[in-house]
Each structure stands twice: as structure tokens, then as C-alpha cells.
């Protein structure tokens, strides 16, 4: 099995800066993309940043410039440095990876943490 668990959320004020962090950890072989995605109350969930395990780099608009996703493969670890908060990025943070699971070759298999609140204050 493989477990997702984010860090780093919480309350800031606007202008602000905060770094999430989300550990991948289990029976892992290897893994592919890795991502954030937000979701606020009663909206759409949208994908955030994305990283592949080359380091190729996808961001959402409204994030460009302010927010920047990087990995350490060593640790199964992704990050998402985020600078310059609204409140409009307020929500829930969701971590995603596709992991290849020991065993289970060939076979990359989308995991989800549980999320962490991002609250900024005008």
C-alpha cells in the first residue's frame, strides 16, 4: 500500500508566503507525476502545478509566477512553494502522485493525500 501525508498548510496573511510538502511512503518501485490541486467550497477542483519525474514543470494561470513545484525523487517527496498569496487561494490542497507499486510493474496507480487547508487573510 502507499500513503500520501501534506504539511506546511495554514493561516497567512496576503502577501504572504507558505511551502507545502507531501511525503510519499510505502511499497513504492518508482514514480511518475506528481502534483497539487486545490479545491475551495462548492467550486471545482483544479489542478494547481504539476511535475514529472524528469523535473518537467505544468502550472495553472492564476499560479504562474507567484508558485513553484519541485521534487526530490531520493525522498518521494514534492513540494509547492507558494509566494505572493491571495485570498483567492484559499482551499483545501490536495497532494497526487502515480506510483508504481512493488509487484506491480508497469502500472502506475494514482494516490491521493487527505489535504491541507490553506487559509490567507486580506
Known amino acids: 500500500q502507499v500513503q500520501l501525508v501534506e504539511s506546511g498548510g495554514g493561516l497567512v496573511q496576503a502577501g504572504g508566503s507558505l511551502k507545502l510538502s507531501c511525503v510519499a511512503s510505502?511499497?513504492?518501485?518508482?514514480?511518475?507525476?506528481m502534483g497539487w490541486y486545490r479545491q475551495a467550497p462548492k467550486t471545482q477542483r483544479e489542478l494547481v502545478a504539476r511535475?514529472?519525474?524528469?523535473?518537467?514543470?505544468n502550472y495553472a494561470d492564476s499560479v504562474k509566477g507567484r508558485f513553484t513545484i519541485s521534487r526530490d525523487n531520493a525522498k518521494n517527496t514534492v513540494y509547492l512553494q507558494m509566494n505572493s498569496l491571495k485570498p483567492e487561494d484559499t482551499a483545501v490542497y490536495v497532494c497526487?502522485?502515480?506510483?508504481?507499486?512493488?509487484?506491480?510493474?508497469?502500472?502506475?496507480?494514482?494516490?491521493w493525500g487527505q489535504g491541507t487547508q490553506v487559509t490567507v487573510s486580506s
Open positions: 497526487n502522485a502515480d506510483v508504481e507499486v512493488i509487484g506491480r510493474s508497469n502500472y502506475f496507480y494514482p494516490y
Open positions: 511535475i514529472s519525474s524528469g523535473g518537467s514543470t
Open positions: 510505502g511499497s513504492i518501485f518508482s514514480i511518475d507525476n
